[in-house]
């Protein structure tokens, strides 16, 4: 079993000639919604390969809800521990220009409300692995990976996006992803040294 303990998110793209500047209105040419969130993509990708995953996370009560979760559920993610909150479903809002760059602002709405009493009750089993990233709070990634390691279960903590105070949290991870840039950023937090940062690399 996997388990993914992170963001749900509705992604709301506009598409526009060219980006705008600061006070500046232009001209969008399509707009879509995508179901979105570091943790729901990680769910949804490890049960397209064909494994049991259950999805810890927060909805709000309202229209983006069902959006954000339909192909979590068209393809068979575990859901009943996805509670639904009083506040605004987790969105991204995607400024996409014709030259291929974009500009993102995210509202984590739902998602900073999942708490440590998420993860109560028999969530972990020995040799279940858990997934994590940095969309919801770092006080409940850190319950997440106490938890897993108390229940025999391996981590892989995603450190995206970076977050100076997720620093401590690294080491306390079975395994760590991250890409050359949230690397070297966390190394300088960690204060590691030129040669631990080729070790920690290679690990």
């Known amino acids: 079993m996997i388990v993914v303990v992170g963001s ?42 064909g494994v049991k995953v259950r999805m810890v996370g927060a ?22 521990t996805v509670k639904k909150v009083d506040t605004a479903t987790g969105t991204a809002l995607i400024l996409v220009g014709g ?3 974009n500009m993102i602002a995210v509202v984590p709405g739902a998602n900073g409300l999942v708490i440590e009493g998420d993860l109560a009750g ?8 858990l997934l994590l990233q940095h969309e919801i709070p770092i006080e409940t990634v850190a319950a997440a990976l106490g938890a897993a ?12 996006p970076f977050q100076a105070t997720a620093a401590p949290l690294l080491p306390r991870a ?29 690990a």
Do not use: W
């Open 59 to 80: 909805v709000g009560q309202d229209a983006f809800a069902g959006e954000a979760l339909v192909l979590l559920d068209e393809a068979g993610v575990d859901l009943s």
């Open 174 to 202: 079975d395994y760590v992803v991250a890409n050359e840039t949230e690397f070297d950023l966390y190394a300088d937090a960690l204060g590691l040294e030129a040669g631990e940062r080729q070790t920690r690399m290679r």
């Open 8 to 49: 749900i998110n509705l992604d709301l793209i506009a598409n526009v000639e060219r980006l705008p500047g600061p006070g500046e209105t232009v001209p969008g040419s399509a707009f879509t919604t995508a179901p979105g969130g570091k943790g729901a993509n990680q769910a949804l990708a490890a049960c397209r390969a």
């Open 122 to 129: 028999d969530l972990f089993a020995r040799g279940d692995h």
């Open 99 to 101: 030259d291929g760059e």
């Open 149 to 160: 390691r108390k229940a025999g279960a391996v981590s892989i903590l995603n450190t995206a």
